[in-house]
């Protein structure tokens, strides 16, 4: 949304940054991670775009890039940019494997009937949470059968609620 240093990192003192992933990988290793934790189906030829504009200093640098195959932004969707900015995030700050950690542990050491709550706002977190619930370390119950989601009245308040999905579980 606005100039930035390539970086997103939630964690200063690690040493990988987005700046070192797009200006450095290769155009295959970009695109899975584009695929793979940004689930853009767009990734083949968007790596090619971000390789072929290298060295990237910014965000906007990169948002460039990648309108370059997207084209602009359009009224009612989502940037073109965000599935891409998103997977880079994620593989970074190695997101997944940290919500992994936070649902084992969290799980372990809750009382008996204390509950685990969370609100995830993409899709492999949301499938690594429903799996963590359904088929527990420990014994308990899924509380939420279905997902849970923002009503119309709330998204239409407040837009990013739109992917929230809020998933509960109780220890037994």
């Known amino acids: 949304m606005r100039e930035g ?30 695929y793979n934790y940004g689930e853009e189906r767009r990734s083949r030829p968007i790596a090619r775009s ?3 504009s290298r060295p990237l200093q910014s965000t906007t640098d990169l948002v460039r890039s990648i309108e370059r195959v997207t084209g602009g932004p359009r ?3 989502i940037h073109p940019a965000t599935r891409t900015l998103q997977g880079l995030r994620i ?6 494997k940290s919500l992994e ?18 609100i995830t706002f993409h899709s492999l977190e949301d499938r ?7 088929a527990p370390a420990v014994p308990g119950r899924v509380l939420t059968k279905k997902v849970v989601t923002a009503a119309e009245e709330e998204v ?17």
Do not use: C
């Not at 593989?91 to 997944?96: A, I, M, Q, S, T």
């Not at 239409?156 to 037994?172: D, F, Q, T, V």
């Open 156 to 172: 239409w308040r407040n837009p990013r609620a739109r992917s929230a999905k809020l998933r509960a579980w109780e220890k037994s």
């Open 101 to 118: 950690e936070f649902l084992d542990s969290s799980m372990s050491i809750v009382r008996s009937g204390g509950r685990v709550v969370v």
């Open 5 to 34: 240093p390539l970086d997103m990192r939630m964690d200063r003192t690690q040493s990988l940054t987005a700046a070192d992933v797009v200006n450095s990988y290769s155009e295959k290793e970009v695109a899975d991670i584009i």
């Open 128 to 134: 690594i949470v429903k799996q963590k619930f359904r």
């Open 91 to 96: 593989y970074v700050n190695d997101e997944l």
């Open 50 to 52: 971000i390789v072929r």
């Open 75 to 77: 009224h009612g969707h």
